[in-house]
């Protein structure tokens, strides 16, 4: 087996669902020690305990990115645990999919604090620990809407969009310290997030041919496929790769029309 992150430590947010638990999973058989960071106590658990079985420590955190009392207090528990953190993956995110002109004060609120105030709530509390030593891998989970803009999914792309920003911008900052900064952009992903919004179209099965039939690969993504990616950004094989964002998309988002 290879271990191409072995001997590090890493947290990923939104690790009890989907994409997190992916790039979880494999950082696990890669030979990382990981901290599940979520909202959903349960799932994260449930998760940590079979992480053990690939022989590193793991540890289930409860905490809402969008609190930074509740990411400092676990990230604290991350470097008793661990002794330090070397990598940071921002996957927590949420869909919020509206008509600007209806769209609530609070829907707008979530979206801005879970997809772009969370990951530098992360950031932020990890931050001090990795310039102290120099060394630091932080991967956050943009999306390809922070590329193109998709009719009828205000507001999430400006948040992601934003996230791309504070990527590139945060990236550059920390660049002589030691620290690499960088983001993923996936097109669509079969995840439970992914699912839930198929199930809430008029005819799921023709929406997800349809979606199928738009890429020019002609499949949906896996989370697996985001996870690798991931990977990679994050092992010392990208280490001269920095302040810039991975599409992973099958291509679509650089088609003009068919
Ligand atoms: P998911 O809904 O399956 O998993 C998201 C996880 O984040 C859940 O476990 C949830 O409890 C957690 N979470 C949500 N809000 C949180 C908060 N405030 N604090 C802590 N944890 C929180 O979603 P999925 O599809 O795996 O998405 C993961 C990331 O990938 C998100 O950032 C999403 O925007 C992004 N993405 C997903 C795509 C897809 O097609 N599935 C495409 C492009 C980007």
Redesign the pocket.
Known sequence: MSARLHNKTAII??????????IARLFAREGASVAL????AS??EILAAELKQYGQQCIACT?????PDQVQSAVLQVQKTFGRIDILI??????VFSDPLVLKEEDWQRCM???LK?PYNLIRSVLPDMLARQYGNIVN?????GHRIIPGAFP?PVA?HGLIGLTRSLGVEYAAQGIRINSI?????????????LASCPDPQAERERQAALLPCKR??E?DE?AYTALFLASDEARFINASDILIDGGRSQMYHE
Do not use: R
């Open positions: 947010t939104g690790a009890g669902s989907g994409i997190g638990s992916a960071f979520d909202l959903d799932a994260s905490a809402d990115v969008t609190q921002n996957c927590a995110g949420v869909n604090e879970t997809n969370g989970v943009a999306s390809v809407h999430y992601k952009s996936p097109g669509l992903i079969m995840t439970p997030a992914a699912e839930a919004w949906i993504g989370p985001v």
